[in-house]
């Protein structure tokens, strides 16, 4: 590899390094002015133009250098390249929290009238965005029970839909797609599949070779690692065609500000990633700052590392639980008794990542106890942290929910969710010993009162 200062993109995504080279190398570019080996902190508001004419260049996007952070920002660019080689991306645009990634990935797609189809088990904060946001802006939306039942798709297709999306591996459940199944029903009827990737993260899959069009991340999870930055990112595969079936008519019109080009014009297979970042993520504003940006490039260098041991402590954590009597059941991929095994087996390289649910025997009074006796595990709504976290789903992500809907996601009054984290498995391990005891004392003290009744009957 060039050590060379005059090379901008010292490593690109068109190299085919190894996933850990290209964590700590991919989009790199030296600093051209002192030779700093780490990505600076460009924390400027705004970038200044040498003169007149340097600035009306930029306006008219014929000067690819930066104008304004909230559009672009230099540190943050480096992040956006090395994100998207890692998910085998051709583009990548860097927002303030997964949140505002979906919303954005989804809103450069999506206007009143038109329709998403989406799996239906899928992170709770993504499905009140499209059920309530998207629905008061006119977007329909459906939900898909089955998300690996390719007829219950085609069946929920409309003329309106433009979106279809899923999890790659589903929150809280870890439930495995089939993404080549379902980009390929969309892609039959021009129809973008769009990933969310937080819990895989590119390590274990990378839902772009398999026909997704588009990736989201929560990179407040795993990429940042470290529980201590929020952000999101929008990974664009770059090979969707916009424009054969004439579905997304905002990147084929001739635009005022491209000149009278359109963004499929202008930006040919980055259209839509040149629209997100220029439409939707400047005027609605929701900017990664420079600094988390930084953050969560340091959490990248070492994903791979973490996601490994993760998905280690994980599986000898679910396997552990799986013969205690106080569980009923265990939702890991990663056990060979699981539906969804030989789905993750096909799409799951290094491991079956680490946020998953078990459920206890005895109910939400069970769970109270066991939430209460943790000690080492961190009770948390957060995921993909390096430390191990525990929560109550139905008391918490999923309270406001009726009854009826808790059952439709599989959310029992007994499931906790679990993110493990990298610490010694052992020591997880008899932490939730220690509180799987202490659901079954509760359990016994139940069970000694009517039974010393009876004795005293009998005696
Ligand atoms: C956490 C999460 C989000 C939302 O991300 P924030 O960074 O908290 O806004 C979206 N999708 C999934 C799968 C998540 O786990």
Redesign the pocket.
């Known amino acids: 590899m060039t050590q060379s200062r005059s090379a901008s993109h010292a490593l690109g995504p068109e190299q085919t390094f190894g996933f850990s080279t290209s964590q700590v190398h991919a989009g790199e570019q030296v600093d051209s002015g002192h030779g700093a080996r780490i990505n600076p902190i460009y924390l400027s508001a705004g970038f200044v133009f040498d003169d007149f004419d340097e600035a009306r260049a930029r306006f008219a996007g014929e000067d690819d250098g930066y104008m304004y952070t909230r559009v672009a920002n230099p540190t943050n660019a480096a992040v956006e390249r090395r994100i998207a080689a890692l998910e085998h991306g051709a583009g990548a645009l860097v927002v303030g ?6 919303s954005v990935a989804l809103l450069s797609l999506l206007r009143a009238g038109d329709h998403v189809l989406s799996a239906r088990r ?2 709770e ?2 499905r009140g965005l499209l059920r309530e946001n998207f629905e008061r802006f006119g977007i329909e939306v459906d939900f898909v029970d089955d998300a690996n039942d390719p007829d219950e798709w085609r069946r929920r297709i409309r003329p309106q839909t433009r979106v279809l999306f899923g ?1 790659s591996i589903a ?1 809280p459940r870890n439930e495995i797609l089939d993404i080549e199944l379902v980009a390929r029903l969309g892609a039959e009827r021009g129809i973008p599949l769009v990933i ?1 990737n ?2 895989a993260t590119p390590y274990l899959v990378r839902p772009i070779e398999h026909g997704a069009a588009v990736v ?1 991340h ?4 795993f990429l940042a690692g470290h529980g201590a930055s ?3 990112v929008i990974v664009d595969s770059g090979s969707f065609d916009w424009v054969g079936h004439g579905l997304f008519e905002h990147l084929t019109r001739p635009d005022a500000a491209g000149g009278g080009k359109s963004y499929a014009q202008a930006y040919g297979p980055d259209a839509y990633l040149a629209y997100a970042r220029h439409v939707i993520a400047a005027r609605l504003g929701p900017a990664l700052s420079p600094l988390h940006a930084f953050l969560l490039e340091q959490g990248i260098e070492t994903l791979s590392l973490r996601v490994e041991r993760h998905s280690a402590n994980a599986l000898a954590v679910a396997r552990w639980l799986q013969t205690r009597p106080e569980v009923d059941h265990v939702d890991y991929a990663g056990l060979e008794s699981n539906q969804g095994h030989q789905l993750a087996q096909r799409y799951l390289a290094h491991g079956f990542g680490s946020v998953f649910s078990f459920s206890l025997k005895g109910g939400q009074d069970a769970a109270a106890t066991f939430i209460d006796a943790l000690q080492l595990f961190s009770r948390m709504t ?3 942290d390096v430390r191990s976290l525990a929560i109550h789903a139905a008391t918490t992500s999923h309270a406001h929910l009726s009854g009826r809907e808790r059952d439709e996601l599989g959310i029992d009054d007994g499931l906790v969710r679990l993110s493990v984290g990298i610490e010694d498995a052992d020591d997880l391990i008899r932490d939730l010993q220690r509180a799987l005891t202490a659901v079954a004392d509760l359990a016994s003290d139940d069970l000694v009162a009517p039974h010393r009744d009876h004795l005293a009957a009998t005696l």
């Open positions: 929290s997964g949140q505002a990634a979906v899928i992170y904060g993504t999890e929150n969310d937080t819990l989201v929560s990179a407040s999870k929020l952000g999101g957060h995921l993909g």
